[in-house]
């Protein structure tokens, strides 16, 4: 079907396409006020669109939508209404000329009913779909961990009991001095070189007062000067229960073969005078 230059006007009009100008000339122009078949047309398009054709048009609006559309078209209507004669009367009865703002109104309008029709489609539509959650799960009779929630680090029990399933994890018992605080002291070490981790484990060994003392692991090994064994670390025990703790080596320690623990003041030292050496475990070789 050929479109005639006022079909095609009509059409964008019908559609929004005109420009502000160009559309006051068009409603200037109209000589039938009501909706031309391009407008109907566009509007049943928008609702099909919109999902409010066929049954579900039948279905009635809530009542605050309702209200909503009839503000907005009591408006429309106002603005469409001709000036009155009397240019005096008081501003609260004056009408305003469509010609004049109209563009301002027609866009108004546009928005509400737009506002209007998107309300309408959510009022119809299952809770789960309006607000974009799933829908609601039967209860579970384990509970599914929150997977936003963080995750907490592994304790040194655990991960001293990872590193026993690794291989080439070695254990060594610890051996007790004459030393008091080693009196009924007892348990193992745990070492990887290769991971280059290990882990403390102490039974009975007497706690210490962080502000007095505190006990230090040095690391013997292959090719390291006894003098100056590696530093594995300074710790508290604040229980004489059974402890694990990190060892925590300064330098990469090959093929160790005695692990010591001293007594030390607070902060520990660079090399130590072994005048209180609590528990040693022997690697051999």
Not at 273 to 282: G, N
């Amino acid at each position: 079907m050929d479109l005639t230059p006022q079909d095609e006007r009509a059409c964008d009009h019908a559609l929004g396409l005109l420009s502000e100008a160009d559309e006051r000339e068009y409603v200037a122009e109209l000589v039938d006020p009501s909706p031309s078949d391009f407008e109907l047309a566009a509007a049943e398009l928008e609702l099909a669109l919109l999902g409010l054709g066929g049954e579900r048009a039948e279905v009635a609006l809530p009542a605050s939508l309702e209200a909503k559309l009839h503000v907005a078209a009591t408006a429309y209507g106002w603005a469409l209404e001709p000036q009155p004669a009397n240019q005096n009367a008081p501003r609260a009865v004056q009408r305003v000329d469509p010609r004049v703002d109209l563009g301002r109104y027609l866009g108004w309008m546009a928005a509400a009913v737009a506002l209007i029709a998107l309300g309408v489609v959510l009022s119809r539509q299952p809770e789960s779909q309006v607000s974009g959650a799933l829908p609601a799960q039967p209860p579970s009779a384990t509970p599914t961990p929150d997977a936003g929630a963080p995750t907490a680090a592994p304790t040194p029990p655990e991960r001293r009991a990872s590193l026993l399933g690794r291989e080439g994890t070695v254990t060594l018992d610890w051996s007790a001095t004459k030393d008091e605080a080693a009196q009924g002291a007892s348990g193992d070490v745990v070492w990887s070189t290769a991971q280059q981790e290990g882990y403390m484990r102490f039974k009975g060994l007497q706690p210490n007062d962080p502000e007095r003392s505190q006990y230090q692991l040095w690391i013997f090994a292959k090719g390291q000067d006894e003098r100056y064994p590696v530093d594995g670390g300074v710790f508290d025990v604040g229980s004489s229960g059974e402890v694990v703790v990190a060892i925590d080596p300064k330098i990469h320690v090959d093929a160790p073969t005695l692990f010591a623990i001293t007594v030390e003041k607070p902060g520990g030292v660079v090399v130590s005078k072994r005048e209180r050496i609590v528990l040693t475990a022997a690697a051999g070789g």
